[in-house]
C-alpha cells in the first residue's frame, strides 16, 4: 500500500516554524519589556533616572530603602499579608465544602442554585461596590428576625475581607476536580460509615489537592492585587494595602518616580516568590482532569 503523506500541518514547514518562533519572541519581548524597565528604574539613582533610562549603566539599593522607609511600605505589605491570607484559607474551605455539597449532596434545586452561583462570574466588581460599601458600613440585617450582623464599619480588617470571602470560580473548580473522582469512592465511604466530613478530610481533601494550592494561588495574587476596594473603604493611613499605598508614594513623590517603581518591584516581590514555590501545583491544578485515560 502507498504510505500516506504527511500534512503540511503535521510536519510544520521552516518558514512556519521561524514564523512561530518570532510571534513567540514578540509576544516575550511586549510582556517582559514593562518588567524590565521597571526593574531597571528602581536601582538607578535619581540623578541619573532620566539619562539613558533603558540602559542599567548604574547601580544602588539608596532608592529601594528611601521607598520602603519613606512609602511605609512594611506596615502596609504586612496589611496585605494579613488581607490576602484570610481571604485565600476563606475562599479555599468555602469553595471545599460547597464544591462537595454540588458535586455529591442531593438537594431540591441544585442545578438551579448552582447556576445562580455561576451567574455571579458575569457580574463585574463595580456592579456591587456600592451594595457591599452599605453592607461593611451599617452591617447585615437579617430580615426575619430583624437581627443586624455587624461587619466592623470602615477602615477595618472585616472591610478588606467580608466580601471576598466565598468565591463562585471557586466552587465551580472544586467542584469540577471532586466529579473527577470515581465515585465508588464515595459509596465505599459510605458503606464504611464515614460521613460528609470524614470523607472530606481523609478521601477529598488528599486527592484534590492540585487543585485547591492552584485555588489558594489564585485568591493570593487576586487579593494581593485589590486596588479598588481598599481605595474606597480605607482613609486611614495605618489601614492601607500595599497596592494603596504605592498610590500616595506616586502622589507625594511627583519629582521622583523612581521611587513608585522602586514600590512597585518590593510590592511584586511576595507574588514572585508564590509563583516560584508553588508553579508545579499551579500547572498540576489547572491541568488535573485534562487527560483521560
Do not use: C
Not at 83 to 98: D, G
Not at 144 to 169: C, K, M, R, Y
Amino acid at each position: 500500500m502507498p504510505r500516506k503523506q504527511s500534512s503540511t500541518w503535521d510536519h510544520p514547514t521552516g518558514l512556519r516554524l521561524v514564523g512561530r518562533y518570532a510571534l513567540l519572541v514578540v509576544i516575550v519581548i511586549a510582556v517582559l519589556f514593562p518588567v524590565y524597565t521597571t526593574v531597571v528604574s528602581a536601582f538607578k539613582p535619581s540623578d541619573k533616572f532620566l539619562i539613558n533610562p533603558l540602559v542599567p549603566d548604574a547601580f544602588t539599593f539608596d532608592v529601594m530603602r528611601e521607598a520602603w522607609s519613606s512609602g511605609r511600605l512594611g506596615r502596609y505589605l504586612v496589611n496585605s499579608t494579613i488581607v490576602a491570607v484570610v481571604i485565600t484559607v476563606a475562599q479555599v474551605v468555602t469553595s471545599l465544602l460547597s464544591g462537595y455539597a454540588f458535586a455529591y449532596l442531593r438537594f431540591p434545586g441544585r442545578r438551579v442554585v448552582f447556576l445562580a452561583f455561576l451567574a455571579t462570574l458575569l457580574v463585574p466588581l463595580e456592579a456591587t461596590l456600592f451594595v457591599n460599601f452599605e453592607t461593611v458600613e451599617d452591617g447585615l440585617t437579617l430580615p426575619l428576625v430583624g437581627v443586624t450582623i455587624p461587619f466592623g464599619g470602615l477602615n477595618s480588617f472585616q472591610a478588606l475581607t467580608v466580601p471576598f470571602l466565598a468565591t463562585a470560580f471557586g466552587t465551580f473548580l472544586v467542584r469540577q476536580a471532586l466529579l473527577d473522582l470515581p465515585g465508588d469512592l464515595r459509596d465505599a465511604a459510605r458503606i464504611d460509615g464515614i460521613g460528609h466530613i470524614g470523607f472530606i478530610r481523609h478521601v477529598g481533601v488528599p486527592l484534590v489537592r492540585p487543585t485547591l494550592a492552584a485555588l489558594a494561588l489564585f485568591s493570593f495574587l487576586s487579593s494581593w492585587n485589590q486596588y479598588l476596594w481598599p481605595s474606597l473603604i480605607i482613609n486611614e493611613a495605618d489601614r492601607n494595602t500595599v497596592q494603596s499605598g504605592l498610590r500616595l508614594l506616586s502622589k507625594s513623590n511627583l519629582d521622583a518616580p523612581n521611587l513608585v517603581m522602586a514600590g512597585t518591584v518590593i510590592a511584586a516581590m511576595p507574588i514572585l516568590i508564590a509563583l516560584v514555590i508553588f508553579q508545579k501545583q499551579l500547572v498540576r491544578g489547572l491541568t488535573a482532569g485534562a487527560v483521560k485515560g
